[in-house]
């Protein structure tokens, strides 16, 4: 983990010269984040624009530093173009599940990568789950796939609870759309690590009988 590739030095470039545009004009920050009124009258581009800005520099750290932890786990197993698709399909999943599901808040607005981040996180997750992950606030490795899963559910309970001012919501749709397009591309993980397969979906299961029975709001 952490090594740096071209793919992925371009896609940090973009997000730290993107955002620092936004850091310093108000019109342009406000032109392109994501918000659902404006998606809704047409302006579909904020899905995409949105994931290229950062509320202030700590944000964009964040998820710069958690790209280039587990972006290299991506580019090696699937390469670079395929890196690329898990990222943008990760980024538009994240924010069309913003957009589901605060459809009826005109006014909910947000910027980040996360979602594109996440998906990429747990695209590595789904390529080598028995990967050990060290946390600052935890003394021992923990593998992968249960920090992936932990992670998941921490959204769902975020998402119900409306925890912070994170859009937990980008968050889900983007492992989604990490975890949907890495087997659509790897899909002979479904004869080595279908059991892994398995756990990791527990969360998005969870998700989608919450949302069914009304009980996510």
Partial sequence: MGNLSLVTIVIIAANVIISLKGFNDYSFFEKYKFN?????????????????????????????????IFADVVVSRLGNFNFIVVYIVSLILGGLLSLYLHKNEYQYS??????????????????????SLFMVFIPIPIP??????GYLLYSIYGMKNRLGNIGHDAHFGGAIGGFVTTL????????????????????????????KTGRLN
Avoid: C, W
């Avoid at 591309?185 to 949302?211: A, C, E, K, N, Y």
């Fill in 110 to 131: 947000a910027v980040g990568a996360s979602g594109a981040v996440t998906g990429i996180l747990y695209a590595a997750i789904l390529l080598e789950p028995t990967m």
């Fill in 184 to 211: 659509i591309l790897r899909p002979s993980l479904f004869q080595t690590d279908l059991l892994m397969i398995g756990l990791l979906s527990i969360p998005i299961i969870v998700l989608f009988v919450m949302h």
């Fill in 144 to 149: 992968a796939y249960v920090f992936g899963i």
């Fill in 36 to 68: 659902i009124g404006a998606i809704q009258r047409g302006e579909k581009i904020r899905l995409f624009s949105s994931g290229f800005l950062h509320v202030d520099m700590s944000h964009l750290f964040f998820n710069m530093f958690t790209l280039f």
